[in-house]
């Protein structure tokens, strides 16, 4: 379902504490927003948590987004010179996702 207008608070379970949290509409439209698929598995402190060893793990590399040219830091390793920097990357997928969006309006005829 692409309507964003079918999201409800959920309640989900944290797979490292365990703990319920809730997913807020709010929360969901943001993924929805960012293009996002995959339904948060962790609550906000275990997620945070998780990022920050993510972070230990891949250190920051540097590289020049093909787009705006402005140097950025992203946490893996570029496989080649054409990659975006985060913001542009995100312009992008906001951008495919407007198209899916207004495709997703057109009714059949
Ligand atoms: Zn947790
Ligand atoms: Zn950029």
């Not at 509409?25 to 293009?35: L, S, T």
């Not at 893996?76 to 975006?84: A, G, M, T």
Request: proline fraction near 6%; aromatic fraction near 10%; charge should be positive.
């Amino acid at each position: 379902m692409n309507d964003s207008s079918q999201f409800a608070d959920q309640v989900l379970v944290c797979k490292d504490c365990g703990d319920k949290f809730i997913w807020t509409v709010g929360e969901q439209q943001f993924f929805y927003d960012k293009g996002l698929q995959n339904v948060p598995k962790r609550c906000k402190p275990c997620a945070e948590k998780f990022k920050s060893q993510l972070r230990e793990k891949h250190p920051m590399q540097w590289i020049k987004c093909k787009k705006c040219k402005k140097k950025a830091e992203v946490p893996f390793e570029p496989k080649s010179e054409d990659i975006l920097c985060e913001d542009c990357f995100n312009k992008e997928i906001a951008k495919r996702n407007e198209k899916i969006i207004e495709k997703g309006l057109k009714l059949p005829e």
